[in-house]
T-cell receptor, first 114, second 116 residues
Framework: AQSVTQLGSHVSVSEGALVLLRCNYS??????LFWYVQYPNQGLQLLLK??????LVKGINGFEAEFKKSETSFHLTKPSAHMSDAAEYFC????????????FGTGTRLQVTL | DAGVIQSPRHEVTEMGQEVTLRCKPI?????LFWYRQTMMRGLELLIY????????DSGMPEDRFSAKMPNASFSTLKIQPSEPRDSAVYFC??????????????FGPGTRLTVL
């Protein structure tokens, strides 16, 4: 079985500051890992995914995430936050040997202040 | 591609009424998922289909909920009778199953259901 834990339900950063959203996973098989973003009143949109190629994954809008097997982590970062990054972010995991069922974390709401 | 299409976008109904939510997945995708999102419970997987066959419905809250996928391009989620606690945003997502799809799911815009 797979699961993900997102540390911090709310994160607040200043515009221009580093964004760090934490995600730890648990999986009995090599995982596929994802970050999704949800803007207000919209569906979830894929930011980036890890599927066992490069451990550092670059996504849209300047976000990237690094897969660290030793730490079972897949933290999301962005060097400089923008006001438009304010949204809810979900980490998700699926097993490579299964159908594409995803297990989502509880989400982290990112607030960006001036 | 038009993406995943859901209808209606908003639904307001009274307790006891039947509600039907509709979803058209992305053409060529063979997996379809129904989720419910609330403030209290977050994002919950209700049911998912592979090749139009229900694979896992363990997330369906109770017998009042049912889902069908009569063909590869259409699915419905029905609530009968509806109750105020069913108020939520319901999302449909589709994907290409297996390694070819890379596990990515594509979400629709959601249906906001309010049961009075």
């Amino acid at each position: 079985a797979q699961s993900v834990t997102q540390l911090g339900s709310h994160v607040s950063v200043s515009e221009g500051a580093l964004v760090l959203l934490r995600c730890n996973y648990s999986s009995s098989v090599p995982p596929y890992l994802f970050w999704y973003v949800q803007y207000p009143n919209q569906g979830l949109q894929l930011l980036l995914k890890y599927t066992s190629a490069a451990t550092l994954v670059k996504g849209i809008n300047g976000f990237e995430a690094e897969f660290k097997k030793s730490e079972t982590s897949f933290h999301l970062t962005k060097p400089s936050a923008h006001m438009s990054d304010a949204a809810e972010y979900f980490c998700a995991v699926s097993g490579t040997g299964t159908a594409s069922k995803l297990t989502f974390g509880t989400g982290t709401r990112l607030q960006v202040t001036l | 591609d038009a993406g995943v299409i859901q209808s209606p976008r908003h639904e307001v109904t009274e307790m006891g009424q039947e509600v039907t939510l509709r979803c058209k997945p992305i053409s060529g995708h063979n997996s379809l998922f129904w989720y419910r999102q609330t403030m209290m419970r977050g994002l919950e997987l209700l049911i998912y289909f592979n090749n139009n066959v229900p694979i896992d419905d363990s997330g369906m809250p109770e017998d009042r909920f049912s889902a069908k996928m009569p063909n590869a391009s259409f699915s419905t989620l029905k609530i009968q009778p509806s109750e105020p606690r069913d108020s939520a945003v319901y999302f449909c997502a589709s994907s290409l199953a297996g390694l070819a799809g890379g596990g990515m799911q594509y979400f629709g815009p959601g249906t906001r259901l309010t049961v009075l």
